[in-house]
DNA sequence: TCGTTACATTACTAGATAACGATATCACCA
DNA sequence: TGGTGATATCGTTATCTAGTAATGTAACGA
């Protein structure tokens, strides 16, 4: 387990950390995330793969195109979207392993018929 | 670098997921938690530090609470507020990591002028 | 018991934003 | 040039939420 910091931030960058956890703060935009891990895929494709609609799905792509998650590539009528920051998965997986932990301890509180 | 799984997540876990970036996702939160870094404190003393409205700090530490990210022991009047999941400060770094990447990926783009 | 301190909760307002239909833009082709 | 398909943007509405003042609650001390 890789240890933090642990520094302190300033004020600015406090506001650009939580810019990127915005970001993220949407279950549709995860969604899109994730479709995009085998692949770059227009617009089309994303909106066949994740149900949503095409204004909201280009909507949603721009949100995380501006905030350097995402990298787009347009060619003939179609625009192409690839994750461009790969440090994405490694947040995903932090949080489900504390969600995951966090879980876990709540079973235990419940007395841990189960175990033993 | 620890290495990510990179794998797809169920509907349900995404919006955890989503709700945990949610809730990491405003700033005086962010500096809620980065008050705790070195130990337990009460309201009074996070309301001092960050400047906040006392009502303000409580809904927010409350948020912090819900999602798992803080713990509360209450002592007499006071409310101690301490960090239990740690993992919040490698989301912190990481995220700072790319942030700082993608900057000096803008920089090179406009020429590279510095470094010949 | 009365007052005080510390904290939580409620009610409200203003601003942000997700979703969606409609429209605009742009590339391509006949 | 006109038509079509792909994507982006606009306008609107409904929902959400941060912030704040006011009020509620609970513990402690005089």
Known sequence: MSEST??????????KVSERFKALSEPMRLRLVYALMDGEKTVSELVRETGGVQAN????????????????????????????????????????????????????ELGAPPRS
């Not at 642990?6 to 506001?15: D, M, V």
Request: with cysteine; glycine share 8%.
């Open 6 to 15: 642990k520094r302190k931030l300033s004020g600015a960058a406090l506001e």
């Open 57 to 108: 799905v280009s909507k949603h792509l721009s949100v995380l195109l501006d905030a350097g998650i995402l990298g787009r590539r347009k060619q003939g009528t179609s625009s192409y979207y690839r994750i461009v920051d790969e440090s994405i998965f490694e947040l995903c997986d932090l949080v489900c392993g504390s969600i995951h932990d966090r879980l876990v301890a709540q079973l235990d």
